[in-house]
């Protein structure tokens, strides 16, 4: 499987993470509706952003178009709890960028992490 180039941050600004939803859930025609368990292999999500160099963000752009296939495989991503290696892919979003001051961007990462 691949891995998140070490030449790009390992760090997301401002992250957020949920964790996976395995629920299923009914309402009933009285009383508080059901939940049960659907499955144990859901996905949770983990977004935030980086600040990359122009260089930075062709590496990015190559690794999501070419060794990702144009984003639609899994890839090790860093935790940001503690550093350790996720699996993960990006969600219905690939990278956005706009740009934040002279040679840098700033980067919107919208990822899934997989079981």
Partial sequence: MDVWPVTLPRDLIGPSQSMADGRLSSQTDTG??????????????????????????????????????????PFLFPSQINGANITVRFAENLPAWQRYGWGKVTVNIDLETLP
């Fill in 32 to 73: 508080p509706g059901k939940v049960r368990r659907r499955s144990t292999a859901s996905a949770g999500s983990l977004t935030g952003s980086m600040v990359l160099t122009y260089a930075q963000l062709d590496t990015l752009r190559t690794f999501v178009a070419t060794t990702l296939a144009g984003g639609s495989l």
